[in-house]
């Protein structure tokens, strides 16, 4: 039987709920336990895939496919824990079963109603996979107060009187304003908070105060007694430079051992969060060398847009002992601009997106890279792009283009409508559904020539990368302009047909995937491909 932590927002949005779930969970594996990452969001849509990433950040994609919330990349990224569908749930997946029950007649007689059907949805939800680990740590999306939320706070009030509240803990993260004028850090929003939780029947075990300065402890004291919350139990979640600072910052202000203390439970092992994490500070606040890379792309405005690719770049600069300095170039401000900027980076990375829009500015950022051969990433639209900017520039073929942006041209990037994956046959329709229907998740790709570049950074002949796309390399029909645009596809699907990986074998490094390997990118195993750009970016 496992303890579960529910992790709550208070007071605002955006005060960083999945990097304390995530560093909660880091702090207990430090000492050994074995632990579950979940999120449970409020909002109606069955999952992200189909939000807009300038609305809610980058959709993250799991091993298995599923389109997840961007908290799920911190998740692993922080505990090296691989999350599955399993793990995520929304209002929409709820209503979605229960309402599929309810035609199926599983429910003959009664009326459905949040208490007890949806709120035992969410129950039988969190319990799932309890007897295989120590710990469930389970986040709850939004803000307490918020509409949608009420029948999650709900289903933990029950869980906790179900279960008891020895096994059970909710963890609010809420925020202190400073004050400068007052020189003081109020602690009304946090009172007012707690009390919304309390009248919801949820009593929070530990405060987790987003502050921009040491919460002192006469503030603690009054947070301790406004709260009904033990005066230890108030934590101070202080701003850092980098989050990968927060896990050994909460461990120093006691986190973990309030945590352990609550539940009445001994460690398997003394945490080592010093060797670990400690051991990243060095890179963190003082790396030795220095890079600049651009990364030309649609959703710049957005930071969340970029989570996991903006990680992995930084993992990247760990691995090189590296700051990488990124330069955000929007796609659609003009080419004479983009190029003005380009001239000043040592790397060009142009990642995943969707449609038309933007794709001229990125074209001629990989014109850039190749003609001047500064090293070149490319993800996912990234390499779509890079087969046309190639089939167009070098093969001479001027309508080369994807039919994602529009009905005419030589689709060298093609709609495929059905294909073996390796494992199964795929079949999909251009007008059937949006959600959930393009290639997600982990493939295998086969990379057969041990010189080719991708080998040399892998160091291996089958990988397996995580997926999100609707269109592929048409290598079918137009291998021979391929070989014409001097492109080497130097990494493929199992069964041959699909390009993986591309190179250009003229440049020093020029590189690009299909797959989206920034979600496998943690601080600890920097992803290959990012460390061997940034390397090539630092070199040049
Ligand atoms: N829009 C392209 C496709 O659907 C690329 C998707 C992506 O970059 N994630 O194939």
Not at 81 to 105: A, H, M, N, P, W
Not at 406 to 428: C, H, L, P, Y
Not at 436 to 448: E, V
Not at 484 to 505: K, W
Request: charged share 25%; with cysteine.
């Amino acid at each position: 039987m496992s303890y579960f932590i529910f992790v709550t927002g208070g007071v605002m949005s955006s005060l960083g709920k999945g990097i304390a779930a995530s560093s909660i969970g880091t702090l207990l594996q430090s000492r050994g336990f074995s632990l579950r990452m979940k999120k449970l969001d409020p909002y109606i849509n069955v999952d992200p895939g189909t939000m807009s990433p300038y609305k809610h950040g980058e959709v993250f994609v799991m091993e298995d496919g599923c389109e997840a919330d961007l908290d799920f990349g911190h998740y692993e990224r922080f505990t090296g824990i691989r999350c599955s569908s399993k793990d995520s749930l929304t209002t929409g997946r709820i209503y979605e079963t229960v309402l599929t029950k309810e035609r199926r007649g599983d429910y003959l007689g009664s009326d459905i109603q949040v208490i007890p059907h949806i709120t035992n949805e969410i129950k039988n939800f969190i319990l799932d996979g309890r007897e295989d680990v120590d710990f469930i740590i389970c986040e709850i999306g939004g803000t307490v107060g918020d509409i949608e939320g009420l029948p999650y706070i709900e289903a933990l009030r029950q869980l906790s009187i179900e279960i008891g509240k020895s096994k059970t803990m909710c963890v609010h993260l809420t925020y202190l304003p400073y004050v400068k004028t007052a020189g003081e850090l109020k602690t009304k929003p946090t009172q007012h908070s707690v009390k919304q939780l309390q009248s919801m029947g949820v009593q929070p075990d530990i405060i987790l105060c987003r502050s921009e300065i040491e919460v002192p402890d006469e503030i603690k004291a009054k947070l301790s007694m406004f709260c009904n919350v033990k005066k230890e139990n108030v934590i101070t979640a202080l701003d850092a430079d980098s989050i990968y600072l927060i896990p050994e910052q909460h461990h120093v202000a006691g986190l973990d051992v309030q945590i352990c203390d609550h539940f009445g439970i001994e460690s398997p092992r003394k945490p080592n969060i010093s060797d670990t994490w400690g051991a990243l500070r060095g890179s963190i606040l003082s790396p030795k060398k220095m890079a600049k890379v651009a990364v030309v792309g649609k959703y710049i405005k957005l930071k969340d847009a970029y989570i996991s690719l903006t990680q992995a770049i930084i993992h990247g600069g760990f691995a090189n002992d590296a700051n990488v300095d990124i330069d955000w170039i929007d796609a659609e401000i003009g080419e004479d601009e983009i190029l003005g900027r380009l001239s000043q980076v040592s790397g060009i990375l142009i990642p995943g997106g969707f449609s038309s829009r933007g794709t001229n500015g990125k074209i001629a950022a990989i014109k850039y890279a190749r003609e001047n051969n500064i090293p070149f990433f490319g993800i996912c639209l990234g390499m779509q792009l890079a087969v046309i900017e190639s089939c167009r520039n070098v093969a001479n073929v001027k309508d080369a283009t994807s039919r994602e942006f529009g009905d005419t041209g030589e689709f060298v990037i093609d709609f495929m409508s059905n294909w073996a994956t390796g494992v199964k046959m795929e079949i999909r329709n251009e007008a059937g559904d949006k959600g959930g229907t393009m290639r997600l998740g982990s493939y295998r790709c086969i990379i057969a020539n041990q010189d080719s570049l991708a080998y040399k950074i892998y160091d291996k002949r089958e990988v397996t990368e995580r997926h999100r796309h609707r269109y592929e390399v048409n290598l079918q029909k137009y291998s021979d302009t391929f070989d014409e645009a001097e492109l080497v596809f130097s990494g493929l699907s199992v069964d041959g047909s699909l390009p993986e990986i591309l190179e250009r074998t003229d440049q020093d490094f020029f590189v690009a995937t299909q797959a989206h390997p920034e979600f496998k990118s943690t601080p600890f195993a920097p992803h290959p491909m990012f460390k061997a750009f940034i390397s090539a970016s630092i070199n040049r």
